[in-house]
C-alpha cells in the first residue's frame, strides 16, 4: 500500500504542473492585452507623477515644560512658586497646538489667506516669501473668498489679468485699483529690486484670497501633533505641504504663538495676584497706622516707654500660645479678605492664587476655576455668550464658586473653633498674671494687633513683589528642541509605489476581466474539457476553425490544416475498429443544430474517397438537410425519404454521382421533408437500403439528425459500426456533455467517437497541421508561428 501512494505521489504532482501549465497558457494567449493594459497603466503613472507637485514633510520637536516657578522666592520666608506648571497633560497641549484660535494667529502673522502659484511649462508651483514677486492688497471682508486670478507680465509696470469662470480680463498697471464684481484689490511690486530680479516678462502667476474660516479649516487639517513615546515629554508637530519654506515657516510660528499664548495666560494670572496684594496693602496700611497712633497715645497716656522685665518673663511663657493664635488671626484675615474677594469680583474673573491659605482644597479649587476662567476666555475669541460650550463653562464654574465659597466657610469655621480653643488656653494663662497692672495688659494687647498686621503687611508685600517680577520676565512654556526640518525625499508622490502599483493594477484588472469571462462561459473552449467530462470516449479528431473567406470543402491533394485533419480523422478511425472487411458504415451525429456534422460527414467522405476507396455519403437529417446546400445541388431532388416511403423507388435513381469531380464520391440527399421521419426510419425500409448500398461502396457516410431532441439517430445507431459524435468549440454549451455521458453510459450509441470540431489555430491552443514536411507553403508556416506570437 505504501508503494503504491509513493507512485501516486509523482502522478498527482505531474497533474498538478500539468493543471498550473494549462491555466497560465490560457491567460498568456491573451498576453496583447496585458502588454496593453501595462503600457497604459504605466504611462499614466508616469504623467501622473510628471504633473502631480510634490508635497514634502515637516516636522518639529517640542518639549513641555514641567517645573516651571518663576522666580526663586527662598529667600522669603514662607514663600512658595507663584505658578507651579509640575502637572503637564500632553493631550491638552497637543489639542491647544492644533486649536482653530492658535492657527488664526499664524495665519494672520504670516498672511496666509492669499494663495501664490507659478504656472510652468507642465505643473503649478506654490510660491512663498522671497519667491512672490509682488504683493495684493486685498479691500475686502477678511472672512471672504475670492476665486483664482491669473496674472501674466508683459513688462515692469503692466500686467494681463483674467478669471476663468467669469472671462474677466483687462490690462493694468502696478498699483492700479481693480475692481471685479464686488472685489476690490491691487497689486503692488515689492521694490524695484525685486521688480528686477524676479518680475520675468510673460511669467503666468495665480493668487487666489481664502476666507480666514476656510483658511484656519485647512490649516488645521494639515497640521498633526502627537507624542514621540508613552514616557516622554516631547511633541512631534508636523506637517505636509507643496513648498519647503512654506512649511517650516508655519510650523516655527505656531510654536512660537503656543509659547506666547503659554505666557499670556500665566501672565494673567500674575497681575490679578498682584492687584489683589496691592488692594490688600492699602486696607493693612490704614489699619497698622491706627494701631501705631493708638499704642503712642497709650504709652503717652500712661508714661510707658518699656515693659519691665517681669512683664516679658511672664508673657513669655505664654509665647507658643500667642504664635498659634497669631497663625489662626492670620488665616481668619486671609479668609475674610478672600471672601470680600469673591462678593465683590465680577462674574467669571480670575481669582488670587497662592495668597498664603493654609488649605490645600481652597487652593485647589481657586487653581481649577482660574484654568476654566481661561479656558473660557479662549473660547470667546470665536464663539458667543450663546453658544453651548460657552453655557457648559458657565455652569462649571457657578458650581466650581459655590464649592469655592462653601470650602471657605468650613475652614474658616474650623480657624474660629481653633481661636476659641487658644482663646480658652490664654485666659487660663491670663489668670495667672492677673497681678500685672491693667495698663501692662492693654499694652500687650495694642502690640499684638500691632504684630499680626505688620506681619499680614509684609507677607502681601512679598507676595505683590512676587508677582510683579514673574510676570515681567516669565519664561517659555516649551523648549525647542528641533526647529521645523523637511525632509528632502517628498512623501507624495511616491514614485515607486505609484510605478508598482500601477504595473500591478494592469496585471489584475485584465485578469480579472478574464476571470470573470472565463467564469461566465459555459462553452466547451478546448479538448481538456471534453476529456475531463467524457474520459471513455477517445477524441477521434479535431477540426480547425475556418476563416469567413475560407472553403469550407477540402480540395485534392490539398495541404492545408483543414485537410489534413480530416486525414488525421481518417486514420484515426482504423484505430477505432473500422478496419474489419466488407463495407463500414459511419454515422455522424451532434447534440444540437449548428454544431458542424454535416460539414464533418461531406469532408470525412471526401478524404475517404482519396484513397481510392469507394465512398457513399447519405444524408438521413429528414428533419433538417444540409448537404444540398455544401454541394449547390437543388434542394426538390429525389432523396432517401422517397425510398422510405415510395416501396417502388429504386436506389440508383436516388444516387448523385460524382458531385464533387475530385473525389470518388457519390451522394444521397434526404430529400422531401417527410411529416413522420421517425416511423420511416424504423421500418425495414432504411435497413434495406444500406443492405444494398454495402454491396457496392467500400465506406458509407450517414449524416444523422441531432440526438437532444429527436430520436431518429437512436432509432438506426445499431446499423452504425462507428458513431462521430460532433462538438464544437465554444459554441457546444457544456452542460450537453452531460446528454453525450447519457448516451454512452446506457449504449444508445455504438462506438463513439468524439469529433471536435472548430478549433481556433491561433494563440496558445493552436494546431499546426503542417509539422514543417512540406503539407504547407513556408508562407503559411511562418504565419502560424507569428498567430502565436
Not at 501512494?5 to 509523482?10: I, L, M, V
Not at 433538417?624 to 455544401?630: A, G, L, R
Not at 451522394?667 to 424504423?682: A, D, F, M, Q, Y
Request: proline content about 3%; aromatic content about 10%; glycine content about 4%.
Amino acid at each position: 500500500m505504501m508503494e503504491n501512494q509513493s507512485q501516486n505521489s509523482p502522478q498527482l504532482e505531474s497533474n498538478d504542473a500539468e493543471d498550473i501549465k494549462k491555466l497560465l497558457i490560457k491567460y498568456l494567449r491573451y498576453w496583447p492585452a496585458f502588454i496593453l493594459s501595462a503600457v497604459i497603466f504605466v504611462s499614466g503613472a508616469f504623467i501622473y507623477l510628471r504633473y502631480t507637485p510634490n508635497v514634502y514633510q515637516t516636522s518639529a520637536k517640542i518639549k513641555v515644560l514641567k517645573d516651571q516657578g518663576g522666580i526663586d522666592m527662598s529667600g522669603f520666608q514662607g514663600s512658595s512658586p507663584l505658578i507651579d506648571l509640575s502637572k503637564v497633560n500632553l493631550d491638552n497641549e497637543a489639542e491647544i497646538l492644533k486649536s482653530r484660535r492658535l492657527a488664526e494667529n499664524v495665519i494672520e502673522n504670516l498672511g496666509l489667506q492669499t494663495q501664490f502659484y507659478s504656472q510652468g511649462t507642465i505643473k503649478t508651483f506654490l510660491l512663498w516669501g522671497n519667491e512672490i514677486p509682488f504683493q495684493v492688497a486685498w479691500n475686502l471682508d477678511q472672512k471672504r473668498s475670492t476665486p483664482q486670478f491669473e496674472l501674466t507680465l508683459i513688462n515692469q509696470n503692466e500686467f494681463k489679468l483674467f478669471e476663468t469662470e467669469s472671462e474677466f480680463k483687462g490690462t493694468f498697471q502696478f498699483g492700479d485699483l481693480i475692481e471685479f464684481e464686488d472685489y476690490s484689490f491691487s497689486i503692488l511690486t515689492k521694490g524695484e529690486a525685486s521688480l528686477t530680479e524676479n518680475l520675468d516678462e510673460n511669467k503666468v502667476y495665480k493668487f487666489s484670497h481664502a476666507g480666514l474660516d476656510n483658511a484656519v479649516t485647512r490649516l488645521t487639517s494639515k497640521v498633526n501633533v502627537e507624542n514621540v513615546g508613552d514616557r516622554s515629554e516631547i511633541l512631534r508637530v508636523s506637517m505636509n505641504g507643496e513648498n519647503k519654506v512654506q512649511n517650516e515657516a508655519i510650523i516655527n510660528n505656531l510654536i512660537y504663538q503656543f509659547n506666547k499664548d503659554g505666557v499670556d495666560d500665566n501672565k494673567k494670572i500674575a497681575e490679578q495676584t498682584e492687584k489683589f496684594a496691592s488692594e490688600r496693602l492699602e486696607f493693612l496700611f490704614e489699619e497698622l497706622d491706627t494701631v501705631e497712633t493708638d499704642l503712642v497715645d497709650f504709652k503717652k497716656e500712661s508714661n510707658l516707654v518699656t515693659v519691665e522685665s517681669s512683664v516679658t518673663e511672664l508673657f513669655s511663657k505664654n509665647a507658643t500660645a500667642e504664635g498659634e493664635a497669631f497663625k489662626i488671626a492670620t488665616q481668619l484675615l486671609l479668609v475674610e479678605a478672600l471672601q470680600q474677594r469673591i462678593e465683590q469680583m465680577d462674574n467669571y474673573a480670575l481669582l488670587p492664587a497662592n495668597i498664603g491659605l493654609s488649605d490645600g482644597e481652597v487652593n485647589s479649587f481657586i487653581e481649577k476655576y482660574n484654568e476654566i476662567v481661561l479656558k473660557r476666555q479662549e473660547l470667546l475669541v470665536s464663539s458667543t455668550e450663546n453658544s453651548l460650550v460657552i453655557q457648559e463653562i458657565n455652569q462649571q464654574l457657578k458650581r466650581l464658586k459655590q464649592n469655592i465659597v462653601r470650602t471657605v466657610d468650613a475652614y474658616q469655621s474650623g480657624l474660629e473653633i481653633s481661636k476659641r480653643r487658644l482663646d480658652q488656653k490664654e485666659r487660663s494663662t491670663q489668670s495667672n498674671i492677673s497681678s500685672l497692672p491693667e495698663k501692662e495688659k492693654r499694652l500687650r494687647e495694642i502690640t499684638r494687633q500691632q504684630l499680626v498686621k505688620e506681619r499680614l503687611y509684609v507677607f502681601l508685600l512679598q507676595k505683590r513683589e512676587e508677582a510683579a517680577l514673574t510676570s515681567a520676565v516669565m519664561s517659555d512654556i516649551a523648549k525647542v528642541v528641533d526647529y521645523a526640518y523637511t525632509a528632502p525625499v517628498p512623501v507624495s508622490p511616491k514614485s515607486r509605489i505609484v510605478l508598482l502599483g500601477s504595473f500591478l493594477l494592469s496585471l489584475i484588472l485584465p485578469f480579472g476581466i478574464l476571470y470573470i469571462k472565463f467564469l461566465l462561459n459555459t462553452k466547451i473552449n478546448d479538448k481538456e474539457e471534453i476529456k475531463s467530462y467524457l474520459p471513455n470516449l477517445p477524441i477521434a479528431g479535431e477540426i480547425p476553425l475556418l476563416n469567413k473567406n475560407e472553403d469550407t470543402l477540402i480540395r485534392k491533394n490539398s495541404s492545408d490544416a483543414l485537410a489534413e485533419s480530416f486525414r488525421i480523422l481518417r486514420t484515426n478511425l482504423n484505430f477505432m475498429g473500422l478496419n474489419k472487411n466488407g463495407a463500414k458504415i459511419i454515422f455522424v451525429t451532434s447534440t444540437m443544430k449548428g454544431e458542424g456534422k454535416t460539414f464533418a460527414s461531406i469532408n470525412l467522405a471526401a478524404t475517404i474517397s482519396t484513397t481510392r476507396s469507394k465512398c457513399l455519403l447519405i444524408g438521413a437529417d429528414l428533419r433538417n438537410p444540409q448537404i444540398h446546400n455544401f454541394l449547390k445541388i437543388k434542394k426538390d431532388r429525389a432523396g432517401l425519404s422517397k425510398f422510405l416511403y415510395d416501396e417502388t423507388t429504386a436506389i440508383d435513381e436516388l444516387i448523385i454521382k460524382n458531385p464533387l469531380p475530385d473525389f470518388n464520391l457519390d451522394v444521397v440527399l434526404s430529400g422531401e421533408i417527410p411529416p413522420n421521419p421517425s416511423e420511416l426510419l424504423v421500418g425495414n425500409r432504411f435497413e434495406e437500403f444500406l443492405n444494398e448500398v454495402k454491396k457496392d461502396y467500400e465506406y458509407i457516410i450517414v449524416d444523422t439528425a441531432p440526438t437532444i431532441l429527436v430520436t431518429d439517430t437512436l432509432l438506426i445507431s445499431k446499423y452504425a459500426d462507428i458513431t462521430l459524435y460532433t462538438i464544437r468549440a465554444n459554441y457546444t454549451d457544456i452542460q450537453l456533455l452531460d446528454h453525450v455521458r447519457e448516451i454512452s453510459s446506457s449504449k444508445k450509441l455504438n462506438n463513439i467517437g468524439i469529433v471536435f470540431n472548430g478549433v481556433e489555430n491561433t494563440g496558445a491552443y493552436a494546431y499546426n497541421y503542417g509539422y514543417g514536411y512540406g503539407y504547407q507553403t513556408s508562407t503559411k508556416a511562418k504565419r502560424n508561428r507569428l498567430k502565436f506570437w
